[in-house]
């Protein structure tokens, strides 16, 4: 989840203006979630296609 168009409970601004503490607080709880929150798909792509190939060339050498 993106806290870009979050709205704030309690100032009812953006979260990722961090207008008020708890913005500030909702802002780096959401930052710290994932380590992969700010990879491009498109590397998360090539990625696992590299996984695939590195998979089937495995399998390949062992037959």
Do not use: K, W
């Not at 695939?52 to 060339?57: D, F, H, P, R, T």
């Amino acid at each position: 989840m993106t806290y870009d168009r979050l709205v704030c409970a309690n100032c009812a601004g953006p979260v990722s203006e961090g207008r008020c503490p708890v913005c500030r607080a909702s802002r780096e709880r959401l930052q710290r979630q994932s380590p992969f929150t700010d990879l491009n798909p498109m590397v998360l792509i090539a990625l696992l296609v590299a996984l695939i190939a590195a998979l089937v060339l495995v399998a390949h050498q062992a037959v």
